[in-house]
């Protein structure tokens, strides 16, 4: 399973961004797929995940203004955040579940004024 993430860039605080990510390979069918970041010297963390039949986990923290979404087609999932803050700075990593979790490249989301 390959991962190819876009949609990274430099935002203001209070901007919104979305992040695309879309899975390719020897894929049977729909598969969970989620978002991880990693801010500078922290940790990385969940952000949200999606399962193959659409129900959607997202970090308490996040919940009100972060979204998770899928093409209901493809293994294509989309992170929607809005409100941005400093502290979201951080690259973000597309991730696919299938026999074992797979990460994307990652995305660098930088939110400065």
């Known amino acids: 399973v390959q991962l190819q993430a876009s949609g990274g860039g430099l935002v203001p605080p209070g901007g919104s961004l979305r992040l695309s990510c879309q899975a390719s390979g020897e894929i049977p069918g729909m598969i969970d797929m989620g978002w991880y970041r990693q801010a500078p010297g922290k940790e990385r963390e969940l952000v949200a995940r999606?399962?193959?039949?659409?129900?959607?986990s997202i970090l308490d923290s996040m919940k009100d203004r972060f979204d998770i979404s899928r093409d209901g087609v493809k293994n294509a999932v989309f992170l929607q955040m809005s409100s941005l803050k400093p502290e979201d700075t951080a690259v973000y990593y597309c991730?696919?579940?299938?026999?074992?979790?797979?990460w994307g490249q990652g995305t660098l989301v930088t939110v400065s004024s």
């Open positions: 991730t696919a579940i299938w026999l074992k979790m797979y």
């Open positions: 999606i399962s193959a039949s659409g129900s959607v």
